[in-house]
């Protein structure tokens, strides 16, 4: 079964706007990694953050922690249209794998 | 720099046939994994490998073979194809920072590689 879910499934916003989504996961944790995908492509790498971290920021994006709730939300700020992706959470247990959720797709509009 | 990459990008079977997907990396990575990804289910991991010449089961194993002869090389082996394995798959491979929790496995991804199976 998957370890991450994000909500919402689909999301649409305007130019400029913010993009958040969140990630929910059942067991614990090392670290919580996010990752883009553009159609067609494969998943890319975009922020790690460790289970004694609370917050953690790359650019536009903005990443928080909760593991008391088991819970991660990504935040895009002042989004693009190169934003348009599906975002994926993905959990770090320690054993060697990543558990991805079924992710986010996030709709930019000019 | 190629990263990972993946051969074929496309394939159509009938059902019953045989294939590999070949996964290549040149970033000398330990950890080498086979992912399918299927609409609304996100990734599943269907086998890795944490060292050459050692793979283990992921999460949707059955219907699938692999081998790590090579530490670059990955192969998944599907020995008699159905339906049910339409699916994009993708290959990742990564290194642990540290040992123990305080390291991470970051992954880098193929393009992946779509079947069909009729």
């Known amino acids: 079964s998957q370890q991450g879910e994000e909500d919402p499934q689909a999301l649409s916003i305007q130019e400029g706007e913010n993009a958040t989504m969140n990630c929910s996961y059942k067991?614990?944790?090392?670290?919580l990694q996010w990752y883009r995908q553009n159609s067609g492509r494969g998943l890319v790498h975009l922020i790690l953050?460790?289970?004694?971290?609370r917050e953690k920021h790359s650019g536009r994006l903005r990443v928080t922690l909760d593991t008391s709730k088991k819970s991660s939300s990504l935040l895009i700020t002042a989004s693009r249209a190169a934003d348009t992706a599906s975002y994926f959470c993905a959990t770090d247990r320690g054993d060697y794998k990543l558990s991805f959720g079924a992710g986010t797709t996030v709709t930019v509009r000019a | 720099n190629a990263g990972v990459t993946q051969t074929p990008k496309f394939r159509v079977l009938k059902t019953g046939q045989s294939m590999t997907l070949l996964c290549a990396q040149d970033?000398?990575?330990?950890?080498m994994y086979w992912y399918r990804q299927d609409p609304g289910m996100g990734l599943r991991l269907i086998h890795y490998s944490v060292g050459e010449g050692t793979t283990a089961k992921g999460e949707v194993p059955d219907g699938y073979n692999v081998s790590r002869l090579k530490k670059q090389n990955f192969l998944l082996g599907l020995e008699s194809a159905a339906p049910s394995q339409t699916s994009v798959y993708f290959c990742?491979?990564?290194?642990?920072?540290?040992?123990?929790?305080?390291?991470?496995?970051?992954?880098?991804f193929g393009a992946g590689s779509r079947l069909t199976v009729l």
């Open positions: 067991t614990s944790i090392n670290n």
């Open positions: 990742a491979s990564s290194y642990r920072s540290l040992a123990g929790p305080s390291g991470a496995n970051v992954l880098t």
């Open positions: 970033m000398n990575h330990e950890y």
């Open positions: 953050i460790r289970s004694n971290e």
